[in-house]
């Protein structure tokens, strides 16, 4: 069984902030582990690991504040059921994807999921954690293929909150203006 494994690192845009991020991709699963280092008003360090099937269909989201001893843990299915610490989350009824507010790694897993050409578009609905307080709450997105395998650009449907994107050919963020760029 072989084992595609990629290291990839962003740092933030504006800031001392990073992120080392650790892809393993097997057989039946994808598995990203990560460590972020954040800097702002009130800095702080998290772990996450998030388990896909082959199809980029987040299984598992685990999430451990760095020192405050906080752990998140969302399991789903798949076909958009979830759990929260073992309990059902109704809100997050039909949601494929995770988006954890302090990476770009989670742009890569509709975009590998989806698979759009170029012009094409997508409305998703994810499981939005934001950090570092670890809220969940369902938020609504469109994804546009710009330039497929280069650009796209990722609009928030609750907000005007956009954001062209650059990925690499293995659907990795590159650059997202104004928050994130390989380190």
Known sequence: MSEDFKIVR?????GP???HLELRQRAGEILADSVV???GQTPFAARYRIECDANWHARRVTVDMIGSGRTLVLAADGEGHWLRDG???PELEGVIDPDLTVTPFTNTLP???LRLSSGQSAEI???FIEFPALTVVSNPQRYTCLEEGRRYLYESRASDFRREVEIDRDGLVV???DFWQRG
């Open 125 to 127: 609905i994810t499981a």
């Open 175 to 177: 650059t997202y203006p």
């Open 37 to 39: 280092i954040c800097s």
């Open 10 to 14: 962003w740092r933030e845009w504006d």
């Open 87 to 89: 309990l059902p989350v």
């Open 111 to 113: 975009i590998r999921r």
């Open 17 to 19: 902030g990073i992120e």
